[in-house]
């Protein structure tokens, strides 16, 4: 019985945490439209980061000036890993329910992201936390429950789009045949690709049917010939 309890206890608390991160993360910057929160020292200097994830994001139709943002900083992989728990992303992800970004490890003195501190690769931070905003954004825009249950391809394509990805590829380069690394890629021109073609906004992607493989069909016409 006392196990039992003892085991119920822990459990509760887990998910307590998970709902309600700021509870742990009890450090906090508020700069424009976003809220940082850490356990340990907070990032200085990170209005240049957060500068250049405003430029890009306020761009965006779904973009509102009174939403705010919640970026937690955890302090090592393992922390990253108990609050991200089952979601996907290597360098961020997005909590589904609340919208809280979690970054693996962030050096916003450099504008680096990194799978855990000290790792050797690493992406732009300012790309990766306007990547996950525009995840944030799409999850807000559509009803409840809708975002779980969404083709992955809108979401990772509009946040490609929105946050100018990697600039690792071009368009050509979806001619060479079948990259798992050049998938988020082809989802941003996927969804580039539709919105022109439908003359639609991405507000109205999201609400609609649409078929990635006819998607991925015209854009592979358009790009490659044939």
Known sequence: ?????????VAGGYWLLLARPG????????????TLRARGALPERADVVLDKVYDKISTSELFAPDKKFYIYLPGGRNEFLFFTHLLNGTYA????????VFIAA???GADRARTAPGAAEY????TELAGAAAREMARRAVKPFTYLIMSDWKLRGYSELLSGG???YMPADICKGENPA????KYGLAVEYALRVEGISFNELLNKDYSYEKVAEGLKKMTCGG
């Open 123 to 126: 992406r732009a931070l300012s």
């Open 1 to 9: 019985m006392k196990k039992t309890l003892l085991l119920l206890i």
């Open 23 to 34: 509870l742990y993360y009890d450090k906090s910057l508020e700069y424009r439209n976003f």
């Open 166 to 168: 990697a600039g690792t």
């Open 106 to 108: 962030a050096d916003f």
């Open 182 to 185: 050049m998938l988020d890629y």
């Open 93 to 100: 992800r997005v909590k589904p329910f609340n919208g809280s």
